[in-house]
């Protein structure tokens, strides 16, 4: 057959096309892995959920959303209906104890100090079984409506002994009466309405028939019945303020207010008994104190007057204070005398060194002072020599003055002289006097500093004395002030709790209304519907989207073929119809509906392959996939039908020896084939059929299915077999079994140029895909990239962006 010798590159095609050289931008990725990302690295890995992924899964999982949000809008209207409605009815109470405008508690603890919230600690009294006891005794809430609660609110003034056991009553009404039986085997009693019914310790009344015929009730435990109330009562303090408000919650409205209107009584009644008794305790607290008060005063002003009475003083402090002011007063004294004794020497002086004429001048400032001034013969003398020389200084002055040789002159001076001495010897007679007077003062002051040394000790015991009777006297000062606040908070009637607003009857229930109910299920559904989505989307482990085959494999993909379109999908079934004999003419969109959005894929993935670049030319691939069904035949099929298309020579070789499909998709005889043509039986124009629907493609069907493949597809002569091919045709494409089924693909895939791997989105495993890349590696087989077949449109859903609708075909 001529078309089977080798062949020149086809003109217009240039030699990269199958392995020269590459356009720019695509790396030479030669080896086991192989590839064709840019610059021959893969793009880093995006950990990052985007916001349109996260929509994107909610989409995908629309219905389970859908389904979730009616389940849960059935469930809130189905609990809304058969759910007990409650009531809750709410009393208003200011806790202010007034006796504490009255009464301070001695060595009591400031509760912002301690940390303790006062209003709080009184709600938890409230709260103690003493008190939830109290209301359960006074209510008789020990018995309990099984199911009639018209026959509940019947029931008066109902008391349960404390010696009664757990037990069941049967009422049965009648017109006239009612009878009473019990479970335990008392005696049954019938009374009529309004009499009181007892049984087994338990009294109540019935004034009148309560419109059911029949009704049971349990007698519940103490401790039981307890527990109940303290479930159903709550407190909340108003926030910045001393009111609290009490509720109680019941199935009946009625039952509702009256419980919470006990319970604030009993509270009420409670804490003003524990508060008087607190009052009367402390009252008399501090009278023992203040009789033992007085008897330590008494004792502590005796051990004070005996003191002093040994002393023979009055008082030692003040005898103390005395001699003090009397020794300051005398060394104010001596000061003083040493300063006018200071004062007459300085007359001395000027005295002695003063010219006649000059003298009375010369002291007149010092004489001028108070204490000098006061002196009368001082005074008197100076006022005579002031005189004196001042009618000398008329004789003697102006140019007619006499001179000092004048007898009148020599008289005055004289006399100056003669009143000059009287003054100094009256000045020197005084300072004796003034020292006189100092010798004195210093006795009397050292006498009174000896006086004031011995009075500390007889002082500090006095001092003692004193502070003990002024501490007791304070201290029993304060306990009568005590004493009298306590005997007015005694008389208090009221405790620190005060009614503001009994409960009123409630007339709404406090759950959620219907409305309310749906809203809060259908947003519940919609949350567990989404947390179900992204649940499911977690646990997911197929492969999805080309970056979850790309991680697995670490190449990049080559193509992406789309699901056919409604109006392709009947062509392609017409053209199947009128195909000679081809069998799968509906799976060969390249060849009927070439126009196609999946045809125009295909001829992409074979431009890709063509300027895809390696260590050699691709003249020969083998198409694999990890398991069975995920679309390898009909992806090797139709890419050999673009290479043809494309005008090169191609042979497309049913490598698969154990399920084989080509022949069959190309309606022909598997016998002769690849078996036939490696054992020798065959010759290559026998087996290499051409394909007459598409020029220059032949087809080599599998042949006869050995009992070995492997060994077959193994062997030395399939590598002699694959090499004529690859010398006689432009493209060999080996469609190869599945890697999970055998060792087949990884040989084939070792003696060629590459593998392309075909994985179905949305039904592959990314584990399956892995192991299958890690096959090749092993062998050294290079993966070129891979094909995500996605007719169920799965890829589509999860973001992946193809679209061929440019070149699709037209009516």
Not at 313 to 342: F, H, K, P, Y
Not at 541 to 559: F, I, L, N, P, S
Not at 644 to 656: E, P, T
Not at 657 to 665: I, M, W
Request: proline content about 5%; aromatic content about 4%; some cysteine.
């Amino acid at each position: 057959m001529s078309n089977l010798v080798p062949r020149d590159p086809i003109p217009g095609h240039p030699q990269g096309l199958i392995g020269g050289a590459a356009p720019h931008g695509y790396a030479d990725q030669g080896g086991a892995r192989g590839g064709s990302w840019p610059n021959g690295q893969p793009p880093p890995p995006n950990d990052s959920i985007e916001l349109s992924e996260l929509l994107q899964i909610l989409r995908r999982r629309i219905w389970l959303i859908l389904a979730c949000v009616l389940v849960g809008g059935a469930l809130a209207w189905g609990v809304h209906e058969i759910r007990e409605p409650r009531y809750r009815a709410t009393a208003v109470i200011q806790i202010e104890d007034p006796r504490t405008q009255m009464s301070e508690r001695l060595g009591s603890v400031d509760p912002a100090r301690s940390g303790a919230d006062p209003i709080r600690s009184s709600l938890e009294v409230l709260r103690s079984r003493t008190v939830l006891a109290q209301i359960v005794d006074e209510e008789g809430l020990r018995l309990i409506g099984l199911h009639a609660n018209a026959a509940q609110q019947a029931l008066q003034e109902v008391t349960v002994e404390a010696f009664a056991l757990d037990d069941t009553l049967t009422l049965e009404f009648s017109s006239t009466g009612l009878g009473v039986t019990s479970a335990r085997g008392h005696a049954s009693v019938n009374v009529s309405y309004g009499q009181r019914a007892t049984v087994g310790g338990i009294s109540f009344r019935v004034d009148e028939h309560p419109g059911v015929d029949q009704a049971s009730f349990e007698l519940l435990s103490r401790d039981q019945a307890i527990e109940l109330v303290g479930r159903n009562l709550t407190s909340q303090p108003r926030p910045e303020t001393n009111v609290v408000d009490v509720s109680y919650t019941a199935t009946d409205p009625d039952v509702a207010q009256r419980l919470a209107n006990r319970a604030v009584q009993v509270f009420q009644a409670r804490t003003a008994s524990e508060a008087r008794a607190e009052s009367q305790r402390r009252r008399q607290f501090l009278e023992e104190q203040l009789a033992v008060a007085d008897t330590t005063l008494r004792e502590a002003q005796g051990y004070l007057t005996a003191f002093r009475s040994d002393e023979q003083v009055v008082s030692t402090q003040a005898q103390g204070t005395e001699e003090q002011l009397g020794l300051i007063n005398i060394e104010m004294r001596r000061e003083e005398l040493l300063a006018d004794r200071s004062m007459y020497q300085s007359i001395l002086g000027e005295l002695g060194s003063a010219d006649p004429g000059e003298m009375g001048e010369r002291i007149q400032a010092i004489v001028a002072t108070p204490e000098v001034a006061a002196n009368p013969v001082v005074s008197s003398l100076h006022a005579q020599l002031m005189e004196l020389e001042t009618e000398r200084q008329a004789l003697t002055s102006g140019p007619w003055g006499l001179s000092q040789t004048n007898p009148d002159v020599a008289r005055i001076d004289q006399q100056i002289a003669t009143t000059g001495g009287r003054l100094e010897s009256a000045v020197r007679s005084h300072m004796q006097n003034l020292d006189a007077r100092l010798a004195a003062m210093t006795d009397l002051r050292a006498r009174t500093a000896a006086q004031i040394a011995g009075r500390p000790q007889a002082l500090a015991e006095e001092e003692r004395l004193l502070q003990d009777v002024a501490s007791i006297r304070r201290t029993m000062e304060q306990l009568q002030d005590e004493f009298y606040r306590a005997r007015m908070a005694e008389a208090v009637e009221e405790g620190p709790v005060q009614i503001v607003d009994l409960a009123p009857t409630p007339h709404t229930s406090e759950q959620a209304g219907l409305p309310l109910m749906l809203v809060l299920g259908l947003m519940l559904g919609a949350m567990v519907g989404s947390g179900g989505a992204f649940l499911l989307e977690m646990l997911n482990t197929k492969v999805r989207r080309r970056e979850d085959m790309e991680d697995a494999m670490q190449v990049t993909t080559m193509g992406i073929i789309p699901r056919l379109s409604s109006g392709g999908r009947k062509r392609l079934k017409h053209a199947a119809a009128s195909s000679n004999g081809a069998r799968g003419g509906r799976e060969l969109v390249t060849l009927h509906e070439s126009r196609s959005s999946e045809a125009e894929a295909f001829r992409t993935l074979r431009t890709n392959l063509l300027y895809a670049q390696h260590h050699k030319p691709l003249r020969a691939v083998v198409v694999a996939s990890a398991n069975p069904g995920e679309g390898k035949t009909t992806t090797a099929a139709n890419l050999a039908i673009t290479y043809a298309q494309q005008g090169l020579s191609v042979v497309l070789v049913d490598c698969d020896l154990r399920k084989p499909r080509v022949g069959e998709l190309f309606g022909m005889e598997r016998r002769p084939g690849m078996t036939e043509l490696v054992l020798g039986q065959a010759t290559l124009e026998e087996c290499a059929r051409p394909f007459v629907p598409a020029e220059n493609l032949f087809i080599l069907p599998s042949g006869t299915l050995p009992p070995n493949p492997t060994e077959l597809l193994g062997g030395a002569r399939t590598r002699e077999v694959l090499q004529v091919l690859q010398e006689n045709f432009d493209m060999v494409i080996l469609d190869s079994p599945p890697l999970s089924g055998g060792a087949d693909s990884s040989i084939l895939g070792a003696a060629v140029d590459g593998v392309i791997m075909v994985v179905r989105a949305g039904e592959t495993e990314i584990e399956a895909v892995r192991y299958a890349a890690r096959q090749l590696h092993t062998v050294g087989a290079t993966l070129l990239g891979s094909v995500m077949n996605d007719p169920d449109g799965e890829a589509e859903k999860y973001g992946a962006y193809y679209s061929y609708g440019y070149y699709g075909s037209t009516e």
